[in-house]
């Protein structure tokens, strides 16, 4: 998911992961299913974060901040284990009773939902609020529904946005819900512990309800909402009385709620945790701040956490000058990785490839070693005839500076640059748009939404992930080859054969070079001496979870 | 305190005041002033530096504004001083140990040199603030000719219009627009302008601070209307374009003079406060504002990047708030008064304004 977004997914995975993960996290992330019980019960949690999520809705959120802020309000079919390192990257039932059955080669699931749950406005869940839900995505151009077309049907939904999704039955009365696709595809149980298909009550408006966010299933609710303000969230209160009796493995946590605060200076953020005004803040603290913060708060008030994340600048394919090759390779050597890790100050580890370390398919590779001479050599040699472009980041430092040296290197290069540097709330929101004129080049990451390459290949490089709004293809590259590797990549259960599958495409990828990657990085937890930072639980793709925390006695 | 001084000296002989015309005459009283003189010696100062910025940044910094040093070393003496440290930290003041680069120290971790950006952002602020005040200054006086001289229905539409203007809350709106605009530009008619143009902010300047000098200037149209020499040249015959520019506005010209160079001042403050926020000039154009906003970030590491943008904003506001004050003194027929009353020398005769 971009932006620090990303990613949900769950920790996960494998064992490399696993070792990163234990290795991070100041040492004995012990807390595995949340809320130690060692803490104070209740108290309400003083949250900050420096951007407003893009959506405070489940089928439209795309972004790390969104998926932090609703990933304990929101509860899918499938979900993910409150727990880190590789134990929290497993995929367990939320919703649903138990994990799906696949059949029919792979091709057909089925699910029953767990009796008695209910809804925070009291209202029953029902087997056939998760078909509205899909549907819900499509019509509302959810940047989430790629992943679900490969549902017989859905295609043509997607398109019509009528007649409802053949693909999905649904059994009111048993709870059954069965879900045909189209051809198998290997990471369906993943995709259906996202965010994007939770179940909402039929009838939710298909329209963004980041204002007035719809009823949820999960121990806590958003009972405020003020878009680019913050938000408020308390116990949902048919969590104790009906849901967490059917969803037993599900933490319910310790606090009473939280109060999120969008602080957009990042120096107030840190002077507010240090003073006890916040107790926890989403994002690192600022670049200036974080080696002083680290000294002083390492093990008692701050943590280290790994991602599997790829920091990116994307070029438009399909349009002068980038639909050329050669400018895209002539912007890879000229992006020099070793200056923005300083830009990040340390907190990226320079690469250039599309997978990050970590991620099941990941081969260091280096077709790009910065060499500015050549990077001139080879636009001379493609003599692009517009160079006139429009450079697009956003306002979240250092990203905002990333922006600035990739435009400096731009101007370096000979071309004639515009800086576009937009409010980090909607930045994927204007630049997923394909009527926002300009969209030439920009800054962009993506944080893992569950652990397989595919999640970095098919949402940001596939021509099916190309959407009109909420696109996360910024590139706009389909090619042809390369997309059907894709989806053939996709329908197949993640081995080694599958792993190599994946470095082969991460090469195809890097040398048409629709991207300059330049970096993984690193996150961090950074609370208030009030909390107790060894409960918490920190998921590279949801964040912190909520359930996990606890006030120091 | 110049008054004091001025008075312990011996007047001018009477001889060579006689016969003075009335700017001869404001430029000695304003000669006199010697504080006003110091602040525009200093304003013509800040203006010298900033003008040479092209010098500096060619021939000591070798670097432009925006050019990037992130992994470049510095070599002073037998050391070797990186220009980003890979924590991030920007190089400090190098004063003149490197011959002059990095004089004030990079501006960020993008290692960008802090003197090269402060001469060419005073350009920019600079350039913002004449150029508004020049539009607001137009504005403001065909504005305020029209209404104070036509009355009626045309003074209350611009009255109230003006007075509606100056009761918003000009920042915020004007952030409100500046941010707005950075992404699409403006559109006002055939005119296009382009995200980032500095135009935008000398436009939302010149709109939201013409009340400021519109309001005095009809005050005083609506004063001079009254003049037996506008009912003479009426009964001559003049039309309604003659009295206004004819008549009228030289008798304004003092007052135009003085709120011109206030004004100035007061635009440099508002495009300082909508760079600073993000909605004036556009990164990664240096402005003086737009410098305290990066600076901020690094204010308890590096103070100077945020403090010296600072008080380069202060002297030049100081500077000509002075200046203005002095001209006023100097060009307001009723500061004589004053102007004796402190320097105990009298006025020539016949020499008033």
Known sequence: ?553 | MNSTNRAAEPAEPESGSAGYGPWRLALRRFLRNRVAVAFLVLFFLIVAFVLAAPLWADHVAHTGPNETHTLQKLHVGGEVREVVTPEGKPIGPQWFEADGRFFLGADSRLGRDEMVRLMYGGRTSLLIAFVSGLITTFLAVVLGLLAGYYRGWVDAVIARTLDVLWSLPVLLIGIAIGTASALGGIGIGPLHLEGGSIWIPILIISIFYTPYVARPIRGEVLSLAEKEFVESAIAQGAGPLRVMFGELLPNLASTIVVFFALNIANNLLFESALSFLGAGVQPPNSSWGTMISIGEELLTTQPLLAIIPGVMIMLTVLSLNMVGDGLRDALDPRSKVRFEAKTGIAEPEGAAV
Not at chain 1, 7 to 34: E, K, P
Request: glycine share 10%; with cysteine; aromatic share 12%.
């Open chain 1, 1 to 553: 998911m971009k932006k620090v977004r990303a990613a949900i997914a769950v920790l996960a995975f494998a064992a490399v992961t696993a070792l990163a993960l234990a290795s991070c996290g100041g040492g004995g992330d012990s807390t595995s299913g949340g809320g130690g019980g060692e803490g104070k019960q209740g108290g309400t949690l003083n949250i900050t974060y420096a951007s407003f999520p893009d959506y405070m809705d489940p089928q439209l959120s795309y972004t790390q901040e969104g998926w932090s802020a609703m990933g304990e309000v929101y509860i899918p079919l499938l979900t993910y284990k409150r727990a880190e390192g590789a134990e929290g990257a497993e995929v367990i039932p939320g919703l649903a009773k138990e994990m799906p059955k696949i059949s029919n080669g792979g091709k057909t699931y089925t699910l029953f939902l767990r009796p008695g749950l209910k809804y925070s406005n009291g209202k029953p869940v029902k087997a056939s609020d998760f078909p509205y839900a899909v549907e819900r995505l499509f019509k509302v151009n959810s940047g989430g529904s790629p992943f679900y077309t490969s549902i017989v049907g859905a295609e043509k939904f997607a398109e019509t946005k009528q007649g409802g999704i053949p693909g999905i039955k649904t059994n009111d009365k048993t709870g059954e819900i069965q879900i045909e696709l189209e051809k198998p595809r290997g990471t369906f149980s993943n995709e259906l512990g996202l965010m994007f298909v939770a179940p909402v009550p039929q009838g939710t408006p298909n329209e963004d309800l980041s204002a007035s966010p719809p009823p949820s299933t999960g121990p806590y609710t958003i009972t405020k909402s003020q878009p680019g303000r913050g938000w408020e969230v308390e116990r949902n209160p048919y969590w104790d009385k009906a849901n967490s009796k059917a969803m037993p493995d599900l933490e319910s946590g310790t606090i009473d709620g939280a109060k999120v605060t969008v602080v957009r200076n990042p120096q107030t953020q840190v002077n507010d945790i240090e003073q006890g005004k916040y107790d926890y803040m989403e994002n690192p603290p600022p670049a200036d701040r974080y080696t002083d913060v680290k000294e002083k708060f390492e093990g008692t008030q701050f943590r280290i956490e790994p991602t599997i994340s790829t920091y990116y600048f994307w070029m438009n394919t399909k349009k002068a000058p980038f639909d050329d090759p050669k400018v895209r390779q002539a912007v890879n050597y000229a992006v020099d990785p070793a200056a923005l890790e300083r830009v990040y100050s340390g907190q990226i580890k320079g690469t250039q490839q599309i997978l990050p370390p970590g991620m099941p398919g990941y081969e260091k590779f280096e077709l790009y070693p910065h060499d500015m001479e050549k990077a001139k050599e080879l636009l001379k040699e493609a003599h692009p005839s517009d160079m006139d472009i429009t450079v697009w980041t956003d306002t979240e430092s250092p990203n905002n500076e990333a922006g600035e040296y990739y435009e400096g290197v731009l101007k370096e290069l000979g071309f004639d640059t515009k800086l576009k540097i937009l409010n980090a709330d909607n930045y994927f929101t204007v630049i997923g748009n394909q009527s926002t004129p300009d969209l030439d080049t920009g800054w962009s990451d993506w944080y893992q939404d569950y652990p397989h390459p595919n999640d970095f290949f098919q949402p940001l490089l596939s021509g099916e992930s190309i959407l009109q709004t909420n696109n996360g293809n910024f590139a706009n590259i389909s090619d042809p080859q390369l997309n059907k590797e894709i989806t053939e990549l996709g329908e197949e259960q993640l081995g080694s054969e599958q792993e190599d599958g994946y470095k082969e495409l991460d090469k195809k990828y890097m040398e048409l070079a629709p991207w300059a990657p330049y970096g993984t990085r690193t996150l961090s937890t950074f609370v208030s001496s009030a909390i107790n930072l060894e409960s918490v639980i920190y998921s590279p793709t949801f964040g912190a979870y909520l359930s996990s925390f606890e006030f120091n006695e």
